[in-house]
């Protein structure tokens, strides 16, 4: 007990000595940014600091890193410990591995090829593919749009994904380890890192370049992001000093943080290897705040480019979460949010709010329920914007007819068809229930929030996909990573 009451009492002392780095704000930060009362940054850093401290001080996770960008200015900061053997305490400096916010890579590049007349959205991804293909099915070939929106209608293998400690390049990797077609393209969504890496491959074969050059090149030196790595860590692939910055991954065991091996992603690294400091995800935040615009004036994306981003690939996504062009569009209290999370024995999110000229990255290093930085970046919006989601929430009505016509059995479209091992077994229906006038799916309430629109309190939001007789097919969003297939009442 003693012990336990020294170390809670010496990471609060941690969270209280954080170093903090608060920029001014550019005039050039927000694209759309709205008119709104001055924001105090003192306060809000004395509310991130508290709020941080509550999710540290027990170790779960061990460490956190914050950037927030707002019109007034920029705050950055890390919390708590980079790495629990030798005590090294997280700071704004401390490179924190990102998952799968690093797939915003390959969607820049995408669009940036896009703009250069390279990569036709629609066209089939074979015609840019060297040495490789997609096999055909369902007379309907996979597009890059698919890609994007992760909709090629791909198996979701789990547990037989290209083994991390695999040194192959991104054509063997694609090569061996696409999954088998099992839906028309376009028509469900089943989050994908494999199509993902497809579609860093078609970077490379159009540009002619290395994709990691190509990022380098194109998107991180221009950008200065000069503390963010593409590769995993501790493979040697990274500069020394980066990857001599990067926080150690940690497991909790018997309620104690435990220094832990990097989950290698090798060869996936386009999907989720990259690592970012605090100072260089303020960087990232503002750029996409600007639309991409880069500080000297040039631009990443065109104007047009950039507004697709916002914007769903498919109608039928409309109103509720989804994946978008590459970008995940949720929403935060009727604020639409751009952005993507990622997780890798590490926790993150990073999303902007463009018409506030807010951005928001959250990272922790550790991987557990409660480690996520979901929370914390949603709950910094709400002291930004001032919305009572809470009181929002209770004040919505039910639609009792609504619901028991929602209510019923689905399945998840990212799983694994047909004969598998038991390992590997598929995953249990979803039960949807009807209470009310709301709907609970897998532990969370929905309020109907527009015709075939349904939202949680925490702001996810799913939608109602019709067949052309009107009956229910699937559900589309809760993150926008998955849609849900009806099976039965």
Same mark, same amino acid.
């Given at each position: 007990?003693?012990?336990? *009451?020294?170390?809670?009492?010496?990471?609060?002392?941690?969270?209280?000595?954080?170093?903090?780095?608060?920029?001014?704000?550019?005039?050039?930060?927000?694209?759309?940014?709205?008119?709104?009362?001055?924001?105090?940054?003192?306060?809000?850093?004395?509310?991130?600091?508290?709020?941080?401290?509550?999710?540290?001080?027990?170790? =779960?996770?061990?460490?956190? *890193?914050?950037?927030?960008?707002?019109?007034?200015?920029?705050?950055?900061?890390?919390?708590?410990?980079?790495?629990?053997?030798?005590?090294?305490?997280?700071?704004?400096?401390?490179?924190?591995?990102?998952?799968?916010?690093?797939?915003?890579?390959?969607?820049?590049?995408?669009? &940036?090829?896009?703009?250069?007349?390279?990569?036709?959205?629609?066209?089939?991804?074979?015609?840019?593919?060297?040495?490789?293909?997609?096999?055909?099915?369902?007379?309907?070939?996979?597009?890059?749009?698919?890609?994007?929106?992760?909709?090629?209608?791909? =198996?979701?293998?789990?547990?037989?994904?290209?083994?991390?400690?695999?040194?192959?390049?991104?054509?063997?990797?694609?090569?061996?380890?696409?999954?088998?077609?099992?839906?028309?393209?376009?028509?469900?969504?089943?989050?994908?890192?494999?199509?993902?890496?497809?579609?860093?491959?078609?970077? %490379?074969?159009?540009?002619?370049?290395?994709?990691?050059?190509?990022?380098?090149?194109?998107?991180?030196?221009?950008?200065?992001?000069?503390?963010? *790595?593409?590769?995993?860590?501790?493979?040697?692939?990274?500069?020394?000093?980066?990857?001599?910055? *990067?926080?150690?991954?940690?497991?909790?065991?018997?309620?104690?943080?435990?220094?832990?091996?990097?989950?290698?992603?090798?060869?996936?690294?386009?999907?989720?290897?990259?690592? &970012?400091?605090?100072?260089?995800?303020?960087?990232?935040?503002?750029?996409?705040?600007?639309?991409?615009?880069?500080?000297?004036?040039?631009?990443?994306?065109?104007?047009?480019? +950039?507004?697709?981003?916002?914007?769903?690939?498919?109608?039928?996504?409309?109103?509720?979460?989804? &994946?978008?062009?590459?970008?995940?569009?949720?929403?935060?209290?009727?604020?639409?949010?751009?952005?993507?999370?990622?997780?890798?024995?590490?926790?993150? +999110?990073?999303?902007?709010?463009? %018409?506030?000229?807010?951005?928001?990255?959250?990272?922790?290093?550790?991987?557990?329920?409660?480690?996520?930085?979901?929370?914390?970046?949603?709950?910094?919006?709400?002291?930004?914007?001032?919305?009572?989601?809470?009181?929002?929430?209770?004040?919505?009505?039910?639609?009792?007819?609504?619901?028991?016509?929602?209510?019923?059995?689905?399945?998840?479209?990212?799983? =694994?068809?047909?004969?598998?091992?038991?390992?590997?077994?598929?995953?249990?229906?979803?039960?949807?229930?009807?209470?009310?006038?709301?709907?609970?799916?897998?532990?969370?309430?929905?309020?109907?929030? =527009?015709?075939?629109?349904?939202?949680?309190?925490?702001?996810?939001?799913?939608?109602?996909?019709?067949?052309?007789?009107?009956?229910?097919?699937?559900?589309?969003?809760?993150?926008?990573?998955?849609?849900?297939?009806?099976?039965?009442?």
């Amino acid at each position: 007990m003693g012990f336990r *009451t020294s170390l809670v009492r010496a990471f609060s002392v941690i969270a209280l000595f954080t170093l903090v780095c608060v920029l001014p704000a550019q005039s050039s930060t927000a694209q759309t940014a709205t008119d709104q009362p001055a924001l105090d940054l003192t306060s809000l850093e004395d509310f991130i600091d508290g709020y941080v401290a509550a999710k540290t001080v027990d170790i =779960e996770p061990p460490g956190m *890193t914050v950037a927030v960008v707002t019109p007034q200015g920029t705050i950055t900061r890390g919390y708590g410990m980079a790495n629990m053997d030798t005590g090294e305490a997280a700071t704004e400096d401390t490179l924190f591995r990102i998952g799968s916010i690093s797939k915003l890579f390959i969607w820049l590049s995408v669009h &940036m090829l896009v703009d250069e007349g390279k990569i036709d959205l629609d066209a089939d991804v074979n015609t840019y593919l060297k040495g490789v293909s997609i096999p055909e099915a369902f007379g309907r070939p996979i597009t890059m749009r698919d890609l994007m929106a992760h909709r090629p209608g791909f =198996e979701g293998r789990r547990g037989q994904e290209a083994p991390g400690d695999a040194d192959i390049t991104l054509r063997e990797a694609v090569a061996r380890y696409t999954p088998r077609r099992v839906a028309p393209p376009g028509e469900r969504t089943s989050y994908s890192n494999e199509g993902s890496l497809i579609a860093a491959l078609v970077v %490379e074969d159009v540009s002619g370049t290395d994709y990691y050059e190509f990022v380098r090149t194109r998107i991180l030196v221009p950008a200065g992001l000069t503390s963010t *790595t593409l590769r995993d860590p501790d493979t040697g692939r990274n500069p020394p000093e980066l990857d001599g910055r *990067t926080a150690a991954a940690h497991t909790l065991e018997n309620g104690m943080a435990k220094v832990s091996t990097y989950a290698h992603v090798r060869p996936q690294d386009p999907a989720g290897s990259a690592s &970012m400091s605090a100072r260089d995800a303020a960087r990232f935040l503002q750029l996409l705040l600007r639309g991409t615009k880069l500080e000297n004036g040039e631009r990443l994306l065109s104007k047009e480019s +950039w507004a697709r981003i916002g914007t769903n690939a498919f109608p039928d996504a409309a109103g509720s979460d989804d &994946m978008g062009w590459g970008f995940l569009l949720n929403d935060v209290d009727g604020a639409a949010t751009i952005g993507h999370g990622g997780t890798t024995k590490f926790k993150s +999110w990073l999303f902007i709010v463009p %018409e506030s000229g807010v951005g928001v990255f959250v990272s922790s290093n550790m991987n557990t329920e409660q480690t996520g930085g979901e929370d914390v970046a949603w709950s910094i919006v709400r002291r930004i914007s001032g919305t009572d989601a809470l009181g929002a929430f209770q004040a919505r009505k039910g639609d009792v007819a609504a619901a028991q016509e929602v209510a019923g059995t689905y399945l998840n479209n990212r799983r =694994e068809f047909g004969e598998v091992p038991a390992q590997f077994s598929p995953r249990l229906p979803i039960d949807v229930t009807a209470d009310d006038g709301f709907i609970v799916m897998e532990g969370a309430r929905y309020a109907p929030l =527009e015709n075939d629109v349904w939202v949680a309190l925490s702001g996810f939001r799913l939608r109602v996909v019709r067949g052309e007789d009107g009956t229910i097919k699937r559900l589309h969003g809760g993150r926008g990573t998955a849609t849900f297939e009806r099976v039965g009442p």
